[in-house]
T-cell receptor, first 112, second 111 residues
């Protein structure tokens, strides 16, 4: 059991650029959720994937998109970066949600 | 819509004290309730998971209880230590496996 791994840990991008964040889910977990956490705030739900299909989305614009692969790892893509996208991005995985979620250590994205 | 509230928002205690963190939720139709700690700038570390059919869970100095009928959960920390200083989050899992995060309790344990 290796837990949830996120990469990279830190990233600095320029406004208008695109970024891809990656998440390796815990072994055996088929559900992955992504969250954005601004400094001093609680996590905000971006979207969730279950067996490669998106099955829930929060109040984020379409420039936030994602993928889940057959091995249940996942990517979060953000296009046309804005300064307000600067945040800690968290990935969490679960086996269907009933047995709780395991979170990764997060990716700290800074947009300048 | 599920709402999860935690009281107190912040707490400062001397080392060695026993303390209780409170969590209340508006919708009792949950699959489970999970307590996490979060250190500044870090991810969430799971402390305890209570399934909807359970009343409590224990791990070391931590004990969490769940009362679905009243919409409440408590996290009890015995003999607090400076290393316990962190933000504690109560998180419910509901329909669609959707997580609802509590408002958090920022704990500081002083020497």
């Amino acid at each position: 059991e290796t837990g949830v791994t996120q990469s990279p840990t830190h990233l600095i991008k320029t406004r208008g650029q695109q970024v891809t964040l990656r998440c390796s889910s815990q072994s055996g977990h088929n559900t992955v959720s992504w969250y954005q956490q601004a400094l001093g705030q609680g996590p905000q739900f971006i979207f969730q994937y279950y067996r490669e299909e998106e099955n829930g989305r929060g109040n984020f614009p379409p420039r936030f998109s994602g993928l889940q692969f057959p091995n249940y790892s996942s990517e979060l893509n953000v296009n046309a970066l804005e300064l307000d996208d600067s945040a800690l991005y968290l990935c969490a995985s679960s086996l269907g949600g009933r047995d709780g979620y395991t979170f990764g250590s997060g990716t700290r994205l800074t947009v300048v | 819509k599920q709402e999860v509230t935690q009281i107190p928002a912040a707490l400062s205690v001397p080392e060695g004290e026993n303390l209780v963190l409170n969590c209340s939720f508006t919708d009792s139709a949950i699959y489970n309730l999970q307590w996490f700690r979060q250190d500044p700038g870090k991810g969430l570390t799971s402390l305890l998971l209570i399934q909807s059919s359970q009343r409590e869970q224990t791990s070391g100095r931590l004990n969490a209880s769940l009362d679905k009928s009243s919409g409440r959960s408590t996290l009890y920390i015995a003999a607090s230590q400076p290393g316990d200083s962190a933000t504690y989050l109560c998180v419910s899992t509901g329909g669609g496996n959707k997580l609802t995060f509590g408002t958090g309790t920022q704990l500081k344990v002083e020497l």
